[in-house]
Every structure is written in C-alpha cells, then in structure tokens.
C-alpha cells in the first residue's frame, strides 16, 4: 500500500472509496458475491424441480455452509500467515473448479447425492479461506470504511437481486449446469483481478507463533469485547431457529405452489431491499451503529410471517424488500464496527471467530428444517422463526455494550 501513500504535492488527493485497488477489489468481490448468491437458490430450486425433498435440499445447504462455519477460523490464521490476497486467490480457483464439477454433475443428472454434497462442501471450505481475507482487505484499499462497506453491501445486494432471479429462471428451464458456468467465469474474474492488487509489504506474523497459539490470541481479542461476542451469542440462536431454516422451508412453500421462478424473484427482491439499504448506509453515519442497525431488523419477521397468512406472491415480494433494507443496514454497521474497533495485525482472527460465531449455527438451522416441518408442521417453523426474529432485534437493543457502541471515524 505504500504507493498509494506516498505522498506526491502535486497529485490530488486519493479518493475515500475509488481508488485504483478498491476498484479492482470492488470487481473481484462482486463477481464472487454473484457466485455465492446464486448457489443456495440453484441447488435448492434444482433439487426440489427434480423430485428431492426439503429433506434433501436442506441438507444440501448445511454441506454447503457446515465447513464454512467450521474452519473460517483457520482461514483466519492462514491468512495471516500467508497473506490475506494469496489465500483469496487459492480459494477463488478452489470454487472455480468445484462449479466446473458441479456443471458436469447437474448436465448428466445426480446419480449419488455425495457427490454433490461433497462439491458443496469443497465450495464451502473455499469460502471460509477467503472471508477473513475479504473483511480485512476493505480498510487497506479504502480511506472511507463505512462507505466502502456500503457500496460492497450494496454490490452485494445487486449480486442478490440478479443472482437468486437468474438461478431460479434458469432453474425454471432445466438448465441449471448454465448456474454453475457462470459462477466458474466469475470465480476466475474475481482471481485475475485480486492478483492485480497492490497493497505494498504485508507485515509477517510474530515468530514463535503456532497455528494454535495463533487461533488463542485471536480468541482472547475476541472475547475481551463484550458487544462483539454479545452479539454473536444472540445471532447464534437466530441462526439455529429462524435464519437456518428460511430458505429450505420456504422453498418448500413457494417452489410447489408458485414455481422456481417464483422463488428466485422472491429473493430477488430481498436483493432489491439490500440494495436500498446498502445505499442508505454508505452516508447515513449514526453516533451508535449497532443500535440503528437492530432498529432496521426489526423487518425481517414480515417475510415468514406472510407466508404463513397466504399473502399474494407481490405482497411477498414486498416484505423481501422491507426485510432486504433492513439487513443491509445492520449488515453495514456491524461490519464497519468490526473493522474499525479491532486492531488490523489480529483483524483476521478476530473476524474469522466472528464467522464462525454468527454463521455456525446456520447449518444446524438449515438441516433441522425438514425434521421439525414433519414434527411440527411448515406454519409453525416458520412462526417461530418470526418470533425470533424479532427477539434477536430486541436483545440486540437491550444489551448495553451493543446499544452503546460509539461509532469510530
């Protein structure tokens, strides 16, 4: 990073957010993000058009994220060892060729289910050695951390709206090998334009540090704030009993009754909400970030809570956007608070512990979701996931240390 700090009297000054690296960084992460947001919606779609069960693609979710959750914290420690850019690299040529597989698997016709859950899971494992990378890259390329999260959310958002509507079309017409091609092309754009990076000498980690003795300094950072592990205790069960089991169940609901299609606009418009608060949050600045970020999850139960009652496909499509804002508002504070409060040299650990917290519980969320549809029916599940919803907005707000977070500039 030293060239972009050098300092040169005559130049202008660097922008906050488009400098030369974010730009790069900002294609690399949107065509990953665009990957990574059709997938769910493919498999599940895929699966249920060809004749599986909630069953099935519920499990299929939990492969997906299950080794995700289970060794980001090792991707943290990696990337400090080796390089936050390296490992992103590695990971994105990992998934290019697992999409490449998993292609080859829906154009011939799944034969064995292993083998889609055992590409899901090399998909997974790719992805939990890049995300601590990505986190910790943002304050390297950009002077403005909130507004980089912010148009990153927002890209996020984008890859969520054409993402989930393309899989579920192309899903739709029986072509969902064509998913998997486009995510292999955008898993190799996103690995030429991160080695293009240059982000100057990267410091090397402490001698004498094992791997383990890594992960236990990451570890005591993480738990020496109370509002960063606070809050991944009340995401944890959020996760477990309403965020985990959404997708799979209502897929179940949407796809017989309404189509893949269908579905994929439905998530679509959660992207359209993204992007709406994505944008909102790259200028909006509260004094106490997490608080206003719970503020706008207090959305989020509308969705399940509609289908349930029945309500017609754009009265859905409604509450997705609704639920869309208010998560990329909290996902874009929670995020700018992580980055800022904690100290760059322990930030990847810091943050692949706060993955692995805040998504850990999902597979088990994901994987319980046909078991408790059989045992309790799909309008239950999904009740109780609107009640915890909103719970989780409300413990959010009442737990001081994360009500009171200051916002750092």
Request: proline content about 6%; aromatic content about 10%.
């Amino acid at each position: 990073m030293e060239d972009l700090l050098t300092h040169r009297p005559c130049e202008a000054p660097l922008p906050a957010i488009w400098s030369r690296n974010f730009r790069r960084y900002f294609t690399a992460r949107s065509a990953g993000l665009l990957s990574w947001a059709m997938l769910p919606v493919a498999v599940s779609a895929g699966l249920l058009s060809g004749g599986y069960g909630v069953d099935t693609a519920g499990y299929a979710m939990a492969f997906l994220v299950g080794p995700f959750a289970g060794l980001v914290l090792f991707g943290g420690v990696l990337s400090d060892r080796f390089t936050a850019r390296r490992m992103m690299i590695a990971a994105d040529l990992a998934n290019l060729v697992a999409h490449v597989l998993l292609a080859l698997l829906f154009l011939h016709g799944i034969d064995h289910l292993w083998q889609l859950y055992a590409l899901l899971v090399v998909a997974g494992t790719a992805n939990a050695m890049f995300q601590p990378g990505a986190a910790s890259t943002i304050p390297l390329v950009s002077r403005d951390v909130q507004g980089a999260n912010g148009v990153l959310r927002t890209s996020e958002a984008l890859t969520g709206l054409g993402g989930p509507a393309l899989a579920g079309v192309l899903v739709g017409f029986g072509d969902t090998a064509w998913v998997m091609v486009i995510s292999a092309v955008a898993y190799g754009t996103s690995a030429a334009c991160l080695f293009t990076l240059r982000l100057g000498p990267v410091p090397a980690p402490p001698r004498g540090g094992g791997l383990w003795h890594d992960l236990a300094v990451g570890w005591r950072e993480f738990r020496s704030r109370s509002w960063l592990w606070g809050v991944i205790v009340i995401w944890m069960v959020f996760a477990v009993l309403s965020w985990g089991p959404q997708l799979s169940v209502a897929a179940g609901v949407i796809v017989p009754d309404h189509g893949a299609t269908a579905f994929g606009l439905l998530n679509g418009a959660l992207g359209a909400g993204t992007v709406a608060g994505g944008l909102l949050a790259i200028r909006w600045k509260p004094a106490r970030p997490l608080a206003a970020g719970a503020v706008a999850m207090l959305a989020y139960p509308l969705y399940p809570l509609g289908i349930v009652l029945g309500w017609p496909l754009w009265l859905l499509a409604a509450t997705q956007i609704a639920v869309g804002t208010g998560t990329g508002i909290w996902s874009v504070m929670w995020a700018t608070s992580v980055q800022t409060q904690v100290p760059g040299e322990v930030l990847n650990r810091v943050h692949a512990y706060e993955v692995a917290g805040s998504v850990g519980m999902y597979p088990l969320g994901s994987a319980l979701a046909g078991p408790a549809t059989h045992a309790f029916g799909t309008d239950h599940v999904l009740l109780l996931g609107a009640a915890v919803a909103l719970l989780t907005a409300t413990a959010l707000l009442a737990t001081h240390p994360i009500r009171t977070l200051p916002r750092t500039p």
